[in-house]
């Protein structure tokens, strides 16, 4: 795999690292711990041992020295040993770097995360910032940036074994759903709502299942980390009026392969992966340089309007709407120009296709997607 530099830098405390599978967690922990005390629960036999014996666990962390770094590699595999975890946090004064796939087993668990304790950190699949020369909006589109896909020479096949290890390893093995060929019919159609507003009544039509079991399912994607809710910026909307939440996936190649449509992009397809590629971008960046402390969308309750992204940090906000072609009409105007009242708007941008920067006499700023990444890139998103 190329040795692509990832903008997430090491913690010096304890932290949780959480990122899908194929995000690259494990390179980037060796890379940057490489004389950690090592623990890789996919190693089955050192997890059937701890398994059987967790106290070998608490054996092993008695021979270190205070203040060394522990690796936990996939803890949700066995989330009771976070019970030792915090004993060596408290009196050896050990520090850990605790890898997962899933946040669900360690809800489930009743743990609490440390209690503060540890920093939840996310690795993202790759960003063009750190993809670089090498990164190409066609091919991140049709087969996504995850690591484990964008650096395998048959990209394809890489996606289909990963939804289908994803399946068989993930949800089966793990034994997340009862009902798992209603899981297999669930998702495809999730994939079909990247970006869209989620109607769960649909779903579950569709699926051929109860709608509160669509809702299990929403949480194993989010919480498995593959997809997440966007929810809409309420603002003064009554209970009535409120919206519902857009899914996105964290990967344009992933909600392609579990659709199972891995052929070139489609025109109507564009708009919603493009989206998706803005929206990863953000987290992975917000989530290192605090660009913002909430992220909406922006709809309101009396017209048939939208704002992609409403960034709100501190008392200010910032609207970002995302247009995949190369020309902007007036018609892709009208969101920011219905949310210009917004109270501590500070700044209101147009990312689009095309290759040239422009401003509209009302002051909306039009970015090509290029110029976006790079404002990012050099924290300068805000004004």
């Known amino acids: 795999m190329p040795d692509y530099p990832r903008i997430l830098p090491p913690p010096t405390r304890s932290a949780f690292l959480f990122g899908p599978r194929g995000a690259g967690k494990s390179r980037w922990a060796r890379a940057h711990f490489a004389k950690a005390h090592r623990f890789d629960l996919l190693d089955e036999a050192l997890y059937h041992r701890l398994l059987a014996g967790p106290g070998e666990f608490a054996d092993e ?3 270190l020295a205070p ?9 949700q595999r066995l989330p009771g040993l976070l019970n030792e975890v915090h004993r060596f946090l408290e009196e050896r ?8 796939s899933s946040a669900r087993k360690l809800k489930t668990a009743g743990t609490n995360l440390l209690a503060g304790r540890a920093s939840a950190l996310e690795l993202y699949p790759f960003v063009p910032a ?5 990164f190409e909006l066609e091919t991140a589109l049709r087969f996504g940036t995850l690591p484990l896909v964008w650096c395998d020479a048959d990209r394809r096949a890489a996606l289909e074994a990963y939804v289908q290890m994803y399946l068989f390893q993930e949800i089966r093995a793990e034994a997340l759903v009862r009902n798992l060929p209603g899981f297999v019919r669930f998702l495809p159609l999730a994939a079909v709502f990247h970006g869209q507003t989620l109607n769960v009544a649909s779903l579950a039509r569709d699926a051929g299942v109860a709608r509160t079991t669509i809702v299990g399912y929403l949480e194993i994607l989010e919480e498995t980390l593959l997809a997440r809710r966007l929810p809409a910026f309420e603002g003064r909307l009554r209970v009535r009026e409120k919206r519902h939440p857009k899914l996105y996936w964290i990967d344009s190649g992933l909600a392609r392969a579990a659709r199972r449509q891995l052929g070139p992009v489609a025109h109507e397809e564009r708009g919603p992966l493009v989206e998706g590629l803005v929206l990863t971008t953000l987290r992975a960046h917000g989530g290192i340089r605090e660009l913002f402390d909430e992220l909406h ?4 309750a009396e017209a048939k309007l939208e704002v992609d992204f409403l960034l709100t940090r501190g008392r200010e906000h910032l ?3 995302v247009k995949s072609g190369r020309r902007v009409d007036g018609d892709s105007l009208d969101g920011l120009r219905a949310i210009k009242g917004l109270k501590g708007l500070a700044r209101r941008i147009l990312v689009h296709g095309g290759e040239r920067a422009m401003k509209t006499e009302d002051g909306i700023e039009l970015w090509p997607l290029q110029a976006f990444f790079q404002a990012l890139q050099g924290d300068k998103l805000w004004p």
Request: glycine share 10%.
């Open 297 to 300: 969308y922006w709809s309101p």
């Open 319 to 321: 609207a970002l709407e």
């Open 61 to 63: 962390l008695r021979t």
């Open 93 to 100: 004064r050990l520090r850990f770097l605790l890898l997962g």
């Open 67 to 75: 203040g060394s770094w522990v690796l936990v590699d996939e803890i």
């Open 130 to 134: 750190e993809l670089g020369a090498d």
